[in-house]
């Protein structure tokens, strides 16, 4: 079981669409698609969101062009192992991380978040858990696995390289693919399920005045230049967490 398979477990979204198994005609011999949870036929379209909620799809955007060329070079690896250039783009794509990603995942969680969670639980859109969970700590938690994952996956190659014995070597770079595999599905749901599900409940629940005020405190927290203080301080996340490796850090074949 991988990752995304593991999540799904206690996924709020996917369990949402398990309740109405008649009304859906899911079983669990029929389990919704994660990428076709119901609902997900009336996203808004980017046009007609704030924009605010288009620039994290913008965000979004660019990620996927790095996570594209990352798998395309996780291929390669598998057919040539590490050269050169594969390093290369190794680094480039654990930079975006750190740079991008990070700090975007931080800008979602400081405003927005913890705004449209209140709306879903006033809405009842939340499991009945105590506190009540909604598709938000879902979210959360996939931005604290992708911390997670990136160390792992940047350890395992970083240890790959270093290893002079041909087979173990191979063996823990058969690992860091296979595990940067699911990181790349991983990101690819989780950009799917904000775009089309999450940023849709933004634009409804969420008023115009409140979508300009996060979008404004966004703006003047980038200008003060705390958005260096995240990826300086937390990589996008709450204190304390740490995906384990240094901005400097490069893999060497
Ligand atoms: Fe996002």
Redesign the pocket.
């Known amino acids: 079981m991988n990752l995304v398979q593991l999540r799904k477990k206690n996924d709020p979204i996917v369990r949402n669409a398990e309740k109405d198994v008649d009304d859906e005609g899911f079983s669990p011999m029929n389990p919704p698609d994660p990428y076709r949870p119901p609902g997900s036929n009336q996203a808004i379209p980017y046009a007609e969101m704030h924009p605010l909620l288009r620039e ?1 799809r913008d ?2 955007d660019a990620l996927t062009v790095e996570i594209d060329a990352f798998e395309a070079m996780l291929t390669k690896i598998k057919a040539d192992g590490v050269q050169r250039e594969t390093e290369t783009a190794l680094s480039r794509f654990f930079r975006c991380l750190d740079e991008s990603l990070f700090p ?2 931080r800008r ?1 969680e400081r405003r927005l978040f913890p705004l449209l969670a209140q709306r879903l639980v006033e809405r009842g859109e939340c499991n009945k858990t105590s506190p009540p969970t909604t598709a938000v700590d879902l979210l959360e938690d996939e931005h604290d696995e992708f911390l997670q994952l990136a160390a792992l996956v940047f350890n395992f190659f970083g240890m790959a390289s270093r290893l002079r014995d041909a087979e173990s070597r191979s063996l823990v770079l058969a690992t860091a693919v296979q595990q940067a595999e699911v990181l790349v599905e991983s990101l690819r749901l989780h950009i799917f399920r ?1 775009d089309q599900i999450v940023f849709s409940l933004a634009q409804k629940y969420l008023s115009a005045a409140e979508l300009d005020a996060i979008h404004a405190m966004d703006a003047s927290h980038a200008r003060d230049g705390h958005a260096s203080d995240d990826h300086d301080h937390d990589h996008g996340h709450r204190p304390g967490h740490d995906h384990g490796h240094k901005h400097d850090d490069h893999v060497e074949a």
């Open positions: 994290y965000d979004h975007h995942n979602e904000e």
